[in-house]
């Protein structure tokens, strides 16, 4: 029988400790980098200095900075479009999303339309579609679905003048969504 301190329900005070100092230093690094996703975005003159959409009548579309986890809510919602109600990415949502047909989809995946179709969101199908919700998140710092759109069929020059779309269809879902990453943090490309 174990001398460890447990709190109600069996939960060991160490355990609880450790977990707690571990939140704490995430939530540290959630707020160096949502700081800086709102300066590279006040630099692409999407966001003002109050953090107005530039131009914008509207209400804020970035929230205040209350907490940091109202910035990662943020970040979730940028994507939940993407997700059925299970909390698994879907698929169907993701083509639609991407401006691509399912059966498109399910060849970058190595799968059938049917096996996709039976099953947009199985289980097997998260660790792939996972890039594609990277990706995605760049939605937030466009104005509209249709920008995102243009963006990934519009060929770069620091993606070796391919487009997002190409990359993805070759495989190179990986390296698309940490080159994503890097823009929404302003990490050096």
């Known amino acids: 029988m174990s001398n460890a301190k447990t709190l109600p ?3 060991a005070v160490g355990e609880l400790a450790s977990l707690l100092t571990q939140l704490d230093e995430k939530k540290s690094q ?23 959409v530039a131009g914008a009548a509207g209400p804020c579309v970035v929230p205040a900075r209350r907490s940091p986890l109202d910035q990662v809510r943020a970040v979730m919602q940028s994507t939940a479009d993407l997700r059925e109600a299970n909390g698994n990415l879907s698929a169907m949502r993701v083509a639609k999303a991407y401006g ?26 998260q660790d792939a579609l996972a890039y594609f919700e990277r990706v995605a998140r760049l939605r ?32 190179k879902r990986q390296a698309l969504a940490d080159y994503v990453d890097d823009m929404l943090t302003g990490a050096p490309t």
């Open 30 to 52: 959630v707020e160096r980098l949502l700081a800086r996703v709102e300066e590279v975005l006040r630099g692409a003159s999407i966001l003002d200095q109050t953090g107005r």
């Open 140 to 171: 937030m710092a466009m104005r509209s679905d249709g920008e995102f759109q243009r963006w990934l069929r519009t060929p770069h020059e620091l993606l070796d003048n391919k487009s997002p779309l190409e990359l993805m269809a070759k495989g």
């Open 100 to 125: 691509v047909s399912l059966s498109q989809l399910a060849g970058w995946l190595g799968r059938t339309k049917s096996g996709v179709s039976k099953t947009p969101d199985a289980d097997s199908l």
């Open 9 to 11: 329900g069996g939960v």
